[in-house]
């Protein structure tokens, strides 16, 4: 179940008018929400799935448009391995888009991203990889910090993980525009947060698109 532009909800969070899409909360799992400023971003069309949540938006006063797509992803192995074959099939349906993938995907790809706990990768892990590959994307690593999520515990029980990713397709970086990535203070959660920044070609430095 999704609610579309929640007015009041956004007021009392952000204190401003923002359009905004979002996925209620089911059990454990927690919802999801994607917000954009209608005065700066355009919506041409979107899908929201149980795992994400996609908006196609155009920059005002530019012509190009940009697939953002929100990821949270399920704890069970068949969950996720049919979140990953949702978002090909996403991909293969846009497939000129200039794509944007960011969220919490809940899988790594390799023990590098991964300190403490068991020494070993779930199979999850290579059906991972494999869909990086085959949509071939690239993964905006932040410019500080190395794991986005730990168990909140010490010592030889702590456990971290890089499960929070941004990955674009590699059409976006070969058009000149440069991306980068930082890990946020957590703010009390057990992830810590993700903002992607983009210098986009014809937009003011200052004013860069943020996902």
């Not at 500080?144 to 970086?173: C, H, M, P, Y």
């Amino acid at each position: 179940m999704f609610q579309q532009n929640n007015e009041n909800h956004q007021k009392k969070i952000l204190g401003k008018i923002m359009d905004c899409l979002e996925i209620e909360s089911s059990g454990m799992e927690g919802g999801l929400a994607t917000l954009w400023n209608p005065q700066v971003l355009q919506l041409i069309s979107s899908e929201v799935a149980r795992s994400h949540i996609s908006v196609e938006l155009q920059m005002v006063g530019n012509p190009d448009t940009y697939l953002c797509t929100n990821v949270y992803g399920p704890q069970k192995l068949e969950a996720k391995l049919l979140m990953l074959r949702s978002l090909s099939n996403l991909q293969q349906r846009n497939p000129q888009a200039r794509e944007i993938f960011r969220g919490d995907f809940n899988m790594i790809t390799s023990l590098t991203e991964k300190k403490g706990g068991i020494r070993m990768l779930n199979w999850d892990a290579e059906a991972f990889k494999d869909f990086i590959k085959s949509t071939k994307l690239v993964d905006i690593f932040p410019k500080s910090g190395a794991f986005t999520w730990n168990n909140k515990r010490g010592g030889d029980r702590q456990i971290t993980s890089r499960l929070d990713k941004v990955l674009v397709t590699e059409t976006i970086l070969l058009e000149g525009i440069t991306m980068d990535s930082d890990i946020l203070p957590s703010g009390g959660s057990d992830h810590w947060p993700i903002i992607m920044n983009a210098a986009i070609l014809g937009t003011p430095r200052n004013k860069p698109f943020r996902f």
